[in-house]
């Protein structure tokens, strides 16, 4: 139980086109979901903090236009990164908490993550 | 400081000896710590957590936290190449989220 599905799992794509990425509780309603942003050889650096039905919490130094969060359902998040640029591209992570979740033993549950590639 | 601080490393052991990994933490990050295990272009994957003082074993695996010092280590018994991948310490703040150290390298040597 308590999958999460990342889509796509790599885009490559010319610089100035905007992307989207999916993030869905198949198994379990997620009221919070995080984004995760990780370049080469470092750690995983929260990016943004949703909860289904508000605005997405950004965390600091992380432009909100630039990266569009929608938490429109349970089960369902997007990320969106507008007019991407060759620095944009990483590897981003989804993970979701679930209204049940245990979270002394399983905090979050991860997405498979997408990398993304802007030339 | 860091709010949660490792060595990169790499570690490097041989096949069937002991991996030490360590991890300091700061006050902002409360009292719910984890490991996780990513292998290079995956996501990471949940190995323990330990919330206690002392020391929590599961199977080759036992992680121990010293709240006192603010440290928490994971020891791999009887490493194996397939134990190879960074290491990542995280800890819970007030509000939930996790905050990932910057992971430690362990390459296992056959």
């Given at each position: 139980g308590a999958v999460v599905s990342q889509h796509p799992s790599w885009v490559i794509c010319k610089s100035g086109t905007s992307v989207k990425i999916e993030c869905r509780s198949l198994d379990f309603q997620a009221t919070t979901m995080f984004w995760y942003r990780q370049f080469p050889k470092q750690s995983l650096m929260l990016m943004a903090t949703s909860n289904e039905g508000s605005k997405a919490t950004y965390e600091q130094g992380v432009e909100k236009d630039k990266f569009l969060i929608?938490?429109?359902?349970?089960?369902?998040?997007?990320?969106?990164?507008t007019s991407a640029h060759p620095e944009d591209s990483s590897f981003y992570i989804c993970s979701a908490d679930g209204l049940f979740s245990d979270y002394s033993n399983q905090p979050q549950?991860?997405?498979?993550?997408?990398?993304?590639?802007?030339? | 400081q860091k709010e949660v601080e490792q060595n990169s490393g790499p570690l490097s052991v041989p096949e069937g000896a002991i991996a030490s990994l360590n991890c300091t933490y700061s006050d902002r990050v409360s009292q719910s710590f984890f490991w996780y295990r990513q292998y290079s272009g995956k996501s990471p994957e949940l190995i323990m957590s330990i919330y206690s003082n002392g020391d929590k074993e599961d199977g080759r695996f036992t992680a121990?936290?010293?709240?006192?010092?603010?440290?928490?280590?994971?020891?791999?018994?009887?490493?194996q190449p397939s134990d190879s991948a960074t290491y990542l310490c995280a800890g819970g703040d007030s509000s939930y989220k996790l905050i990932f150290g910057s992971g430690t390298r362990l390459l296992v040597r056959p």
């Open positions: 929608n938490h429109a359902s349970l089960t369902l998040s997007t990320l969106t990164v549950h991860f997405g498979d993550g997408t990398r993304l590639s802007i030339l | 121990q936290l010293n709240k006192a010092s603010q440290y928490v280590s994971l020891l791999i018994r009887d490493s």
